[in-house]
Structures are given as structure tokens and as C-alpha cells.
């Protein structure tokens, strides 16, 4: 079974910083773009970050210079450093990867179960 498991959520304060980490584990054949996304209390899922097999990084301009997503294509990780915390970057954080998981004609989209952020004030 396929599946993403994020760690590296909590609480903090505004201006400090997290790092968030997100593990592939299972029948994995290759992974593709890796990203982050997230969702605060009633409002809709957003990208947060994107990267590529290749690193190419593409970064919501809310976390613009505040964010760096990264990966490790040796052990199926990704992370996301998270420095100068709003509390507007309070939210439940999803990784997700599209991954060939069954053959080599077709990939997938998988999502982790979210990690929750909280930034006070």
C-alpha cells in the first residue's frame, strides 16, 4: 500500500520557524512533482509549493521568500522549511506526490493525512 506520512506540525510562535517532512513508503516505482498544500478553517485548499524530480520549485506568492520546499529523492521525502510564521500560515498542511505506482503508463496523485500548523500572535 501506497501512502504519504507527514510529521514535523505544532504550534509556534509568529516569526519562528517549522520544518515539515513527508515520507513515501510502499510499491513506489518513481515519484514525480512533490508539493505541499494547505487549508485553514473555511476556505479552500491552496498550493503552497511545488518541485519537480528535478527541482524545479514553484512557491505561492504568500510564502514567497518565507518558504523553501525541498526533497530527497533517495529516501521518497520531501520537506517544507517554514521561517518568519504568520498567523495567516495557520492551517492543516497536506503533502502530496503523483507517483507511478502500478506501471510505467500511468501516474497518480496521493496526498498525506495533514499535519496541523498553528502561528499565534
Known amino acids: 500500500q501506497v501512502q504519504l506520512v507527514e510529521s514535523g506540525g505544532g504550534s509556534v510562535q509568529a516569526g519562528g520557524s517549522l520544518r515539515l517532512s513527508c515520507v513515501a513508503s510502499?510499491?513506489?516505482?518513481?515519484?514525480?512533482?512533490m508539493g505541499w498544500y494547505r487549508q485553514a478553517p473555511g476556505k479552500q485548499r491552496e498550493l503552497v509549493a511545488t518541485?519537480?524530480?528535478?527541482?524545479?520549485?514553484n512557491y505561492a506568492d504568500s510564502v514567497k521568500g518565507r518558504f523553501t520546499i525541498s526533497r530527497d529523492n533517495a529516501k521518497n521525502t520531501e520537506y517544507l522549511q517554514m521561517n518568519s510564521l504568520k498567523p495567516e500560515d495557520t492551517a492543516v498542511y497536506y503533502c502530496?506526490?503523483?507517483?507511478?505506482?502500478?506501471?510505467?503508463?500511468?501516474?497518480?496523485?496521493?496526498w498525506g493525512q495533514g499535519t496541523q500548523v498553528t502561528v499565534s500572535s
Open positions: 502530496y506526490a503523483q507517483m507511478f505506482t502500478t506501471g510505467w503508463t500511468r501516474v497518480d496523485a496521493y
Open positions: 510502499g510499491s513506489i516505482l518513481s515519484i514525480n512533482a
Open positions: 518541485i519537480t524530480s528535478g527541482g524545479s520549485t
